[in-house]
Nanobody, 124 residues
Framework: QVQLVESGGGLVQAGDSLRLSCAAS????????MGWFRQAPGKEREFVAA????????SYADSVKGRFTITRDAAKNTVYLQMNSLKPPDTAVYFC?????????????????WGQGTQVTVSS
């Protein structure tokens, strides 16, 4: 079983930056993908960004393009989400996820493991 642990959430003001981290308990597959999703109160969990571990290719939701950057550190089995120019609509619980596939999937159903989430709150 793979465990994913997120960290780095918090309360910030509009325009500020945050970096989320997600550490995997162990490396289990030679090729896989990792993604970030978020869920605001009363809304569905939505895709934010994903990275293909072996290729390093990335994918982003339109709402975060140009502001968020997903990166990975293979040595640490860790994926990061750098969030700049944060806005109040970015307020949500952010979840890290791992897929046994190799593409930058955008659907929740394509991910096999999930973290517990970390709260990000952006005040205006």
């Amino acid at each position: 079983q793979v465990q994913l642990v997120e960290s780095g959430g918090g309360l910030v003001q509009a325009g500020d930056s945050l970096r989320l981290s997600c550490a995997a308990s162990r490396r289990t597959f030679s090729n896989y993908a990792m993604g970030w999703f978020r869920q605001a109160p009363g809304k569905e969990r939505e895709f934010v960004a994903a990275v293909s571990w072996s290729r390093g290719s990335t994918s982003y939701a339109d709402s975060v393009k140009g502001r968020f950057t997903i990166t990975r550190d293979a040595a640490k089995n860790t994926v990061y989400l750098q969030m700049n120019s944060l806005k109040p609509p970015d307020t949500a619980v952010y979840f890290c996820a791992m897929s046994r596939g190799t593409y930058t999937y955008t659907r929740k159903a394509d991910y096999d493991y999930w973290g517990q989430g970390t709260q990000v709150t952006v005040s205006s």
